[in-house]
RNA sequence: GGGGGGUUAGCUCAGCGGCUAGAGCGCCUGUUUUACACACAGGAGGUCACAAGUUCGAAUCUUGUACUCCCCACCA
């Protein structure tokens, strides 16, 4: 029999092997309980020195369940939150869902499809009550899963970017850009996708090589028989539209023909030749097609020469009654096809090459998506990305590892004007109303409410733009809307701005670049000091994980096989601070087996008479102690500060190597060995002394069972490890 | 086209100017030594991608080469 936690108990009781199943659960429950994942609820002294650490979440969509990526950050984050509580600070770690609006939509309308339905049948108002009552039915699951694994969120705080705050937030934002004039109207060439029926910017798309062809195409010159200009393409369909021939102004084989006229065959319609920079005398034959409708660098040229526009293909991907009569209706494809005919036929087609190009695809839907010219809505970028420039140029804001402040600057330095508007159902619709009365430009107004009567005529009833926000513009607000922003609320001023944001490598310019440059604009103020980018994690082979690939590992099948620190300890000890880690289920099982070590070490600890001492029990080097107890605790001291420098520095994996090897080696092989043949109380003392600040260290890494075991020593005044003091 | 990683034991990775190059997993031999066989004791296994250079000294720094992965970009 031995006392253990003020309660009597057998020794057979204490499993020989640890089980995480009968602890993971039951712990996070009592942590729950507890309250302490609310910093408002954490005990008195922690209100001392309220020195605040805050981390948001990244928001995971709605749609989406825990893969690889989310447990490793998800980790990550627990590991700097868990640490900083237990050091004393006032910890907050705010979770979230995104609504993620082209995504979710594409999701119910899939499920609609099954039903032999689109959302067009149900209509907009239905629609949108059917995302709801989806968000309402799956929408938190992922969150759920993050419990799993441990993640000490405060759930009290739990928002959804379409929340009714957050909505305000959001329209209250977009107001101010407009009130500002940074938000205006304009046609542009923007990538759409005919499938989703809505506009991508350049981020949204993903591309793939494809095998295509290269068709040379020859326009005959108006003025001179028999004599032509043959261009090159990927895409014969577009000539239909085009308004121009163009070459480099420095390339001598047609310097002579800049102003000349062709005539573009099958339309016969007479188009300039002109001279544009844009143009790379290497590629094809140096004279290039310009279609300003259908492609984006051909528009710009358009906008240079003043150039007609034709618009030939639709919004539904099929070509319009501006292409022809022989072609209208036909899908690009099929248009294709015409167009080579003809061009056969009118022996204009020189010859076809093959070639492999890149074609861009809809990151949600994978279909090729069309430059297409359109009316959206746009956010002037110059002052804001100059601002989120300024504010890691100054340090204000640090990335580690430090080099992917290249990508940041690369992108911001370049960037062209943000398309905010999606042709979507789903998301935060725009508070821009069209008179009915007046035509012309000046015919909108903004009103964050539904407004009584028009602004501009005083008398329509005005109908609202139909088009929502880009998903990643209510992302961008995240840091502070999540904090109740605009309001100025006690949250907003005790954890703003937060500490860390800890996210993916794949959303720094999507996303962390827009915060920053929110937050100075809103709140002028960093939105968090670090930002920290995790690794990414690989199949075995070194492949992207890819749920419709199937090479996806699940993380809470690991879960399951291995329990949840095991998980953490995996995915963490292979997180050394490079960019990708190669998934490597040897790892998980080390976790496995580092777990059942510590239970045993513990069991032997408490089952050996362990000495009574006090709660903050501070052993120091003193006289009384052995060469070996002296030389045990340097260890210690060691062991606490090279695991503070790591943490400081980002450095997950290399903490957790030298806290295995400290608690296998130092306090196991050698300490614990060392004590058996000891008989000393100040020895019993120092080993138990050991194994608490063990599991202090340790307890960031693998709460779960670094609580369990604590639970169980013979402390007096004992709290829940998970607010318990920081080793010193 | 531009940029950034990587290449170290069978596998996944540390080490990034200086003791016989390390870990986990796997493998081999032994041990049921009363915390742990998810363990312990011991062991095999590496021209640190290749080449040249800097240095008293290089897996570590420089340059080049090869292979590989990932981003970005308006080569139609």
Redesign the pocket.
């Known amino acids: 029999m031995l006392v253990i936690y003020g309660m009597t108990q057998n020794l057979s009781q204490i499993s ?3 089980d995480p199943k009968q602890v993971e659960q039951k712990t996070y429950r009592l942590w729950e309980k507890s309250g302490f994942f609310d910093p408002d609820r954490l005990p008195k002294s922690y209100t001392l020195n309220p020195k605040p650490y805050t981390i948001v979440i990244p928001p995971p969509n709605i749609t989406g369940s825990l893969h690889m990526g989310h447990a490793l950050n998800a980790t990550t984050q627990d590991i700097l939150i868990r640490w900083h509580r237990m050091r004393g600070f006032k910890t907050l770690w705010l979770p979230g869902t995104d609504h993620a609006g082209i995504a979710t939509q594409n999701v119910v309308e899939k499920e609609l499809k099954k039903e032999g339905k689109n959302r067009h049948d149900l209509g907009r108002k239905k629609f949108e009550e059917r995302v709801w009552k989806w968000r309402g039915k799956y929408g938190d699951i992922i969150l759920d899963q993050l419990k799993k694994l441990g993640a000490s969120c405060d759930w009290s705080r739990t928002r959804f970017t379409m929340d009714p705050d957050y909505v305000h937030a959001v329209l209250f934002a977009f107001k101010h850009y407009f009130d500002k004039g940074w938000i205006y109207r304009g046609e542009r060439v923007i990538n759409w996708c005919p499938r989703c029926s809505t506009s991508l910017s ?2 949204e798309l993903e ?1 793939k090589e494809e095998k295509g062809k290269l068709w040379y195409i020859k326009y005959p010159l108006k003025d001179k028989k028999n004599a032509s200009v043959t261009v ?4 014969p369909e577009t000539m239909l539209g085009d308004a121009a021939v163009a070459v480099n102004p420095k390339d001598t084989r047609y310097k002579s023909q800049v102003g000349e006229t062709l005539i573009l065959p099958i339309k016969d319609r007479e188009i300039p030749i002109v001279a544009d920079k ?7 034959t ?1 004279a ?2 310009v279609t300003p409708n259908h ?3 051909d528009f ?1 040229i358009s906008e240079r020469h003043n150039l007609p526009r034709y618009q030939v293909i639709g919004e539904d991907g099929r070509m319009t009654k501006m292409a022809g009569k022989i072609c209208e209706g036909l899908t690009t494809l099929e248009c294709r096809q015409k167009v080579v005919d003809e061009l056969e036929k009118l022996k204009l087609l020189e010859k076809i090459e093959d070639y492999t ?2 074609v861009s695809k809809c990151y949600r839907c994978e279909n090729t998506v069309e430059p297409l010219i359109s009316k959206q809505w746009f956010l002037k970028m110059d002052e804001l990305a100059k601002m989120a420039i300024r504010a890691v140029k100054k340090n204000e804001v640090k990335f580690h590892p430090k ?1 992917w402040e ?2 940041y600057f ?2 911001l330095a ?1 960037t062209r004007d943000w398309c905010v508007s999606r042709q979507l159902w789903w998301g935060h619709q725009l508070p821009i109303w069209y008179c009915e009365n007046k035509k012309g430009e000046d015919n909108y107004f903004l009103s964050l409410e539904k407004p009584k009567t028009c602004l501009k005529c005083k008398t329509c009833k005005p109908k609202q733009d139909e088009d929502v926000l880009d998903t990643w513009f209510s992302s961008a607000l995240w840091p502070f809307a999540t904090l109740g922003w605009p309001q100025k609320t006690k949250d907003l001023k005790t954890f703003y701005p937060t500490q860390v944001l800890s996210t993916d490598r ?1 959303i720094i310019n999507l996303w962390v670049g827009r915060m920053v440059f929110s937050s100075y604009e809103f709140l002028n103020i960093r939105p968090f000091k670090d930002v920290y980018i995790h690794a990414t994690v ?1 199949t ?1 082979e ?3 994980m890819s749920k419709s690939l199937g090479t996806g590992i699940d993380p809470l099948e690991l879960i399951e096989k291995y329990g949840s620190d095991a998980t953490r300890f995996g995915l963490i000890w ?1 997180a ?7 998934f ?1 289920e ?2 998980f ?2 976790g ?2 580092f ?3 510590m239970w ?2 513990s ?2 600890v408490l ?1 050996n008479k362990p000495p009574q001492i006090k709660r903050g029990y501070q052993r120091r080097l003193t006289q009384n102690l052995t060469k070996e107890d002296k030389k045990f605790l340097k260890q210690l001291d060691e062991i606490i500060a090279t695991t503070n420098k790591d943490l400081e520095q980002f450095r997950f994996g ?1 903490a957790l ?1 030298r806290l ?1 090897n400290f608690f ?1 080696h130092t306090y ?2 050698s300490y ?2 060392y004590t ?1 043949k000891q008989n000393s109380k100040e020895t019993d003392k120092l080993l138990l002394y050991g194994l608490i600040t063990s599991l202090k260290l340790l307890h960031p890494f693998i709460p779960f069972i670094t609580e369990e075991i604590y639970k169980t020593l013979p402390l007096k005044n004992k709290k829940l490890l998970l607010i318990e003091e920081w080793p010193k």
């Open positions: 020989k092997a640890y350049d981020l591309y090159a393409t990927t895409r844009l143009v790379e005398a290497e590629f094809g140096g290039v097609k492609d984006i660098a710009e190009h890149r080099r290249k990508v690369d992108w370049n794949g690989l075995r070194g492949k992207r292979q050394m601070g490079g960019q990708d880690i190669r490597a040897e790892h099982l080390a496995k087996k777990c059942n070590k045993n070490a069991r032997f089952t290399q190597h295995y296998w196991c092989d614990i060995e058996k």
